[in-house]
Nanobody, 127 residues
Framework: QVQLVESGGGSVEVGGSLRLSCVASGDTYDRYCMGWFRQAPGKERERVASIYSSGGYRRYADSVKGRFSISMNRPEKRLDLQMTSLKNEDTATYYC????????????????????WGQGTQVTVSS
């Protein structure tokens, strides 16, 4: 089992920045994908960004490209999401997730493929 705990959420004004972190504990794997997902009220959960355990295969949703950056600190078992130029539509609960895979090319944006999830952290962007 893997436990994921997110932190760093909060309230920020439009154009502001936040940095989310997710710390993993429990079982360890050699090859895995980690992703940030978000879910706004009344909407489906969507992938925001993902990264392979090597640090490669970084992928972003079109809506956040150029504004968000995902990174991994493997020794600290920490996944970060730097969010800049925040917009009202970025308001959501953000979740960290981990998917055990065979290779980086297996990383995808399908929620059902992710094996472990955090509890989420709220991000609110206001005008």
């Amino acid at each position: 089992q893997v436990q994921l705990v997110e932190s760093g959420g909060g309230s920020v004004e439009v154009g502001g920045s936040l940095r989310l972190s997710c710390v993993a504990s429990g079982d360890t794997y050699d090859r895995y994908c980690m992703g940030w997902f978000r879910q706004a009220p009344g909407k489906e959960r969507e992938r925001v960004a993902s990264i392979y355990s090597s640090g490669g295969y970084r992928r972003y949703a079109d809506s956040v490209k150029g504004r968000f950056s995902i990174s991994m600190n493997r020794p600290e078992k920490r996944l970060d999401l730097q969010m800049t130029s925040l917009k009202n539509e970025d308001t959501a609960t953000y979740y960290c997730a981990l998917e055990v895979v065979s290779s980086g090319s297996d990383c995808d944006d399908h929620l059902l493929n992710y094996d472990y999830w955090g509890q989420g952290t709220q991000v609110t962007v206001s005008s």
